[in-house]
């Protein structure tokens, strides 16, 4: 994994480049000498790191369990800036048991408490009891140790588990276990020797300084051996091969081209069934099978990766801007030909994720048999752990991206900053929404100002907020965070009957409590219960109900666990489900409780959106109402398009618009285009130019075929009904991109 090489390599390198010691000096030095000394090296015998230096928080990757930030200075020692996490897919440290490193590397652990592991901290009682094999079943009479030790010893006594004793105190149970049991010696703790590393929760973030003895491991003692990956950037290519190659069911054994198979990280993909391809030579790389781009592989991640997915076998020796491919082989001449692949990414607080390389550009490169080649190290990733200096001509060939794709982008641009949201420090927005699961920050970076802004006006503490963000995340975060979550398979489970299942950020139950926040919120949530739905309203029920105990009126509101005094995690889950998954929020608390203590500023501010104080209500409503569901309009949303309109003005508390109009085929039912004209020209509106067209005007069709809402200035985009799709989701330019063809829209500004 990337962020293994990244760390552990380049550490291996800078140490045999810098310890001449460490290698024989002179140059009949063999490669076998060479790996056999740094197989025989520990992290702890690694020189301190060089310089200053920082990995940022990527937030949640697929595939990485732990957070890979970090910061450290010049002469800090690699153990401790290197993490657990950093070695546990490479050289399988979760394998390793601290009765292992004892005996690997001669340490005696005998006078190291439990208080000693700085890898339990955070670890509560509860979670070391499951983390260490069948330890809650031994009776506390054969464990003599907690009651001599523990300063709670008196309830480590009698003719009980210690599962009994923790389930009769779960306050103590909730206790992180080096509060509790610290001063016991590791040795007196059965099985505790003989746990994996991988069993306690939340290793990977821990230091290797914090594990007893994991530093001194040498590389090639742990389960998985160091990979030593071929330092050789430019091998030699040998034969190169037709389709007739692996055209059975074997596959590539040696292949160094692939993509990311749907993932972030490349990896090497092997080819089946015809698989022309160039052959490697040279020192690391000897019969190594680099395939042309013929061989399509799966690539890409994120919203984009959906829209591209698919690229032609390539390495990344430059890094991640471009990446390098064989076009294409000739088996009688032994000429390979080459070329570059380029991708799109739109990462950050918006973030759509990559798409494949697929953007596929030749160089009228040609090499052959003999030829030395550009591959970079042999790590894994592609070569892309030490990146190499590309010609700048080369980036000059990125072509330009499709349509489709920019206008995906422009699209998420214009939604995040509408008047439709929330706006707050951006920095301090980012790191907030790096807690959230990568492919849900886009949705997150909309509700969490939403959410800042409603606990600023209920007084929330920074404490009491990380609390709520951590209950939104349990609560939604997995799915999505949106407001319209709806909890489906139980609509009659809960207390009132049909109807009072999960909704919203918070997934409000029974219809008890939909009357209680009914009138928290001024809105019949009885009558109407997907109202709780909405962002706005959703937002409200989850602040104040668990400021003020709405939800399970345990007698204790959210002052009553976190306060200036004390902060209570894990038991404030009691305002909202019992004790169900106490820990866990407990966890994410921490993370978004860290990140807030970051932010300069909490104040949140709703952007304006020009053309006063209808229009702003008009265009915020309508992103909001944006992908609205319109198959319940007329002719099951074919003809929708007024309704829709009206559905955004109910929702901005605007009366409805089209019904004044003598001679309306429908009177009093706002579904006619000339009808809702009709009503803007006498009395309820004026006609603006589009020079002056502001956010939230209405725009209608030169034949009265069409109308929908201005959201932006200039009203070059406008949202409104799809007949097609019957929802609320069509974007298009003011005459609707021309699909009516009936001349000029005519904007018009509602005033009543």
């Known amino acids: 994994m990337l962020n293994i090489l990244l760390s552990l390599i380049l550490a291996i390198v800078l140490f045999f480049t810098h310890q001449p010691s460490a290698i024989a000096q002179d140059a009949s030095t063999s490669g076998e000498q060479t790996a056999y000394a740094i197989l025989n090296t520990a992290i702890n015998d690694m020189p301190p790191m060089p310089e200053d230096g920082y990995v940022p928080d990527y937030g949640d990757i697929e595939g990485v369990d732990y957070n890979m930030s970090r910061e450290w200075s010049a002469g800090d020692p690699p153990a401790d800036v290197l993490k657990v996490g950093d070695i546990e897919s490479g050289l399988g440290a979760e394998e390793l048991t601290l009765g292992q490193i004892e005996e690997i590397t001669g340490a005696d652990f005998d ?109 090639g003692s742990f389960p ?55 052959e490697l030579t040279d020192s690391g790389w000897e019969g190594a099978q680099w395939l042309t781009k013929e061989h399509r592989v799966r690539d890409g991640f994120g919203v984009l990766g959906a829209m591209y997915d698919e690229a032609g076998a390539y390495r990344i020796p430059f890094g991640p801007a471009f990446a390098l491919q064989v076009t294409s082989t000739d088996e009688k001449t032994g000429i390979a030909e ?26 009228g490169i040609e090499t052959k048999e003999g030829d030395d080649i550009i591959t970079g190290v ?20 990125r072509p330009n991206s499709p349509r489709k794709l920019r206008e995906v982008e422009e699209a998420y641009d214009r939604a995040f900053s509408s008047g439709a949201q929330v706006k707050m420090d951006e920095d301090c927005l980012e790191g907030l929404v790096s807690v959230a699961t990568s492919h849900h920050q886009t949705e997150a970076a909309y509700i969490i100002p939403k959410v800042v802004e409603s606990s600023n006006k209920h007084g929330l503490s920074k404490p009491q907020l990380a609390y709520v963000l951590a209950t939104v995340k349990a609560e939604v975060g997995g799915v999505g965070w949106r407001t319209n979550i709806e909890e489906t398979g139980k609509p009659c ?36 219960p997907d109202l709780a739905l909405e962002p706005e309203y959703a937002v409200e029920i989850l602040v104040a109900g668990m400021k003020d105990d709405l939800f399970t009126q345990s007698g204790r509101s959210l002052d009553y666990f976190i306060n200036g005094q004390e902060k209570d995690y894990y038991h404030a889950r009691q305002l909202v489900n019992r004790l169900d998954k106490a820990a866990t929020i407990a966890g994410y608390a921490e993370k978004f409780e860290e990140k807030l203590n970051q932010c300069s500023t909490l104040e949140t501010e709703r952007k304006s959106a020009g053309g006063g104080e209808l229009p702003n209500r008009i265009a915020q409503a309508a992103e909001e109402s944006y992908g609205m569901d319109s198959s319940s309009g007329p002719d099951a949303g074919r003809n929708a398009c007024v309704w829709a309109v009206n559905r955004v003005l109910d929702r901005a508390g605007i009366e409805p618009i089209g019904g004044g109009m003598p001679g309306n085929p429908k009177p009093g039912n706002q579904v006619w285009v000339p009808g809702v004209e009709y009503d803007l020209q006498n009395g309820r509106g004026t006609q603006v130019s589009r020079g002056d067209a502001k956010a939230g005007d209405i725009v209608i069709e030169g034949d009265q075929w069409h109308i929908g809402i201005c959201q932006d200035d200039g009203c070059s985009r406008v ?3 799809s007949s097609s799709r019957a929802s609320f989701k069509w974007e298009s330019d003011t005459d609707f991109d021309g699909y009516y063809g009936n001349g000029p829209s005519r904007i018009y500004r509602l005033e009543n």
């Open 719 to 721: 949202i409104s009904n």
């Open 378 to 397: 042999r790590d894994g990733l592609g070569g892309a752990t030490i990146p190499l200096d590309a010609p700048p001509s080369w980036e000059e060939k």
């Open 493 to 528: 489970s809960y207390g009132g009957g049909c109807g009072w299942h999960g909704r919203g950020l918070v997934q409000l139950t029974h219809i008890d409590n939909y009357r209680r926040l009914g009138k928290v919120i001024g809105q019949d949530l009885v009558g109407n």
């Open 338 to 363: 080459w070329g570059l692949a380029f991708r799109v990414c739109k990462r950050g607080i918006i973030d759509l994720g990559c798409t494949a390389y697929f953007m596929e550009v030749p160089l």
């Open 111 to 219: 006078d190291i408490t439990i208080g000693n592991l700085e890898f339990l901290e955070g670890v509560s009682m509860d979670e070391f009891l499951q983390d260490v094999p069948f330890l809650e079943h031994w009776d506390v009479n054969d464990i003599p140790a907690l009651e001599k030790y523990s300063q709670y010893g008196e309830i480590f006594s009698g003719d009980q588990t210690l599962g009994d004793v923790i389930a009769a105190n779960p306050e103590i149970g909730a206790m992180e276990v080096r509060d509790v049991i610290g001063d016991v010696s590791i040795s007196e703790i059965p099985n505790l020797e003989e746990s994996q590393l991988g069993e306690f929760e939340g290793v990977g973030d821990k230091t290797i300084s914090d594990v007893p003895g994991l530093g001194d491991v040498p590389l």
């Open 224 to 278: 998985i051996p160091v990979a030593m990956p071929s330092l050789n950037f430019f091998p030699m290519q040998d034969i190169a091969f037709g389709k007739e190659e692996f055209s059975g069911l074997s596959g590539t054994p040696q292949s160094v081209s692939g993509g990311t198979n749907g993932t972030q990280v490349w990896m090497p993909i092997a080819c089946v069934g015809g698989c022309p391809h160039i």
